[in-house]
T-cell receptor
């Protein structure tokens, strides 16, 4: 079946620190992979995605590479800002695309 | 433009009562999805509509849960005989086209349901 495992939080970093949030997946077929972000009081927003192996998704300084050999899609950012404080969800889509499978979410707090 | 909206934002009810949760998708989006997010967990798929019909309801936990989308736009998630374990945030999402593997779903802010 399909599932996503991401590192547990919460994660607290100082501003300008390097961020990695690990995500690994199990899937049948060839899913697409996503990172969604949920800012306080807001709905889930797509942060980035990758649709096939070795693709790199990037947005707002965040990036993640679809690694089929390690079944991973780790989220990275070189220098976090206070405004990046949010909950980050790794997700994959089913073969049909109508179901998303989400990880449990990782809460990030960036302190000045 | 307007995003996905959900009402109410919060709903408190008593065990055994009936509740309805409403979702207004982005105008023109043909696909609509419901998810449930329990505390400390990621969203879990409940049901997917393409137009007026439920194309995949495999995530509904039991027959107390039902959803409709009679005119292919607004959807209502209905929960009968609520139980304390139904307490969660119920998320709605919509997408422009029928799902494909890289389709983006746009999420609403959710309805927080608390069953006392």
């Amino acid at each position: 079946g399909n599932s996503v495992t991401q590192m547990e939080g919460p994660v607290t970093l100082s501003e300008e620190a390097f961020l990695t949030i690990n995500c690994t997946y199990t899937a049948t077929g060839y899913p697409s992979l996503f990172w969604y972000v949920q800012y306080p009081g807001e709905g889930l927003q797509l942060l980035l995605k990758a649709t096939k192996a070795d693709d790199k998704g990037s947005n707002k300084g965040f990036e993640a590479t679809y690694r089929k050999e390690t079944t991973s899609f780790h989220l990275e950012k070189g220098s976090v800002q206070v405004s990046d404080s949010a909950v980050y969800f790794c997700a994959l889509s089913s073969n049909t695309g109508n179901q998303f499978y989400f990880g449990t979410g990782t809460s990030l707090t960036v302190i000045p | 433009g307007a995003g996905v909206s959900q009402t109410p934002s919060n709903k408190v009810t008593e065990k055994g009562k009936y509740v309805e949760l409403r979702c207004d998708p982005i105008s023109g989006h043909t696909a609509l999805y419901w998810y449930r997010q329990s505390l400390g967990q990621g969203p879990e798929f409940l049901i997917y509509f393409q137009g007026t019909g439920a194309a995949d309801d495999s995530g509904l936990p039991n027959d107390r849960f039902f959803a409709v989308r009679p005119e292919g736009s607004v959807s209502t998630l209905k929960i009968q005989r609520t139980e304390r374990g139904d307490s969660a945030v119920y998320l709605c999402a919509s997408s422009l086209n029928p799902p494909s593997v890289d389709n983006e779903q746009f999420f609403g802010p959710g309805t927080r349901l608390t069953v006392l």
